[in-house]
């Protein structure tokens, strides 16, 4: 990957928090608990979901920058939403902690030195996990979720 590569993953995740707030603020508070399907998310999980990801990615990426050859371990996210029962946390410190998680991060990913930006870990679902590939997964991470809060809202509107 080259460094203007790497500069624009960096962008797109930087802009992250600012895209997910966007989109949630243009729900109802009424539509926020709404499940679109059996087996989906509603738009305040989605939100929940997404605090969990950033403070595990946060750490993620400490730990290949710090350790040598660290296990990067998986979770599964459903069973996350259910065992911790994500309609029942409070919105506002889930949105809070991906504004600050995400921008303490963005200043360590600006300073990485291309040694660092080689180093891996293992992944239970990567051969080899890297930072690169970390960055190009969690670029896109809020894109993917403002296109899922997006659907829901389309989906309650139109119910």
């Known amino acids: 990957m080259s460094p203007a590569d790497r500069r624009r993953l960096i962008e797109r995740f930087a802009r992250g928090p600012a895209l997910l707030e966007t989109a949630v603020a243009a729900v109802p508070a009424e539509a926020l608990q709404w499940r679109p ?3 989906k998310w509603s738009v305040h999980e989605v939100v929940v979901h997404c605090a969990d990801s950033e403070t595990n990615a946060h750490m993620r990426l400490r730990f290949m920058l710090g350790e040598a050859d ?4 998986g979770y599964d996210q459903d069973r996350w ?8 946390h409070p919105m506002e410190p889930a ?5 600050v998680v995400r921008a303490n991060t ?3 990913l600006t300073r990485l030195t291309d040694e660092q930006w080689r180093r891996t870990g293992h992944h239970p679902e990567h051969a080899r ?3 690169e590939k970390w960055l190009e997964v ?6 993917v979720h403002d296109r899922q809060i997006r659907r829901n ?4 509107s139109g119910r």
């Open 37 to 39: 399907a059996l087996g």
């Open 153 to 156: 809202l389309a989906a309650w």
């Open 106 to 108: 963005v200043p360590l």
């Open 129 to 131: 996990y890297g930072v």
């Open 138 to 143: 969690y670029a896109e991470h809020f894109e």
């Open 81 to 88: 939403a259910t065992a911790m029962d994500y309609h029942a």
């Open 70 to 73: 660290p296990a990067i371990m």
């Open 95 to 99: 949105l809070a902690t991906i504004r």
